[in-house]
C-alpha cells in the first residue's frame, strides 16, 4: 500500500465537531469558574457560589461537550 492509498481516520467534518465539543465544554468549564463572588473574603455570599448557572448549566455543557466528542470520534466519512 502506497503513501497515496492509506485510510484516513479523521475527515475534516470530524475535526470540525471535535472543534465544537472542545468549545462547548470550554464555556462549560467558564461558566464553572465564574468569577469574584464578593468583595470582602470573610464574608460567604451563598447565592454567588451555589447558583443556577455553576451548578447546573455548567456541568451539563460540559457532559455534552463530551457527547459531542463522542460523535466526532465515532462519525464514519461518508462514502466517496
Not at 443556577?52 to 461537550?65: E, F, H, M, Q
Request: proline share 5%.
Amino acid at each position: 500500500m502506497s503513501e497515496s492509498q492509506k485510510p484516513v481516520m479523521f475527515t475534516k467534518e470530524n475535526y470540525i465537531w471535535m472543534l465544537i465539543g472542545i468549545l462547548v465544554i470550554g464555556l462549560g468549564m467558564f461558566l464553572m469558574s465564574g468569577g469574584k463572588s464578593n468583595t470582602d473574603p470573610a464574608v460567604f455570599d451563598k447565592e454567588a457560589v451555589y447558583s443556577t448557572t455553576r451548578i447546573t448549566v455548567a456541568p451539563l455543557l460540559i457532559l455534552a461537550g463530551l457527547v459531542i466528542e463522542i460523535y466526532a470520534i465515532f462519525k464514519k466519512p461518508k462514502a466517496a
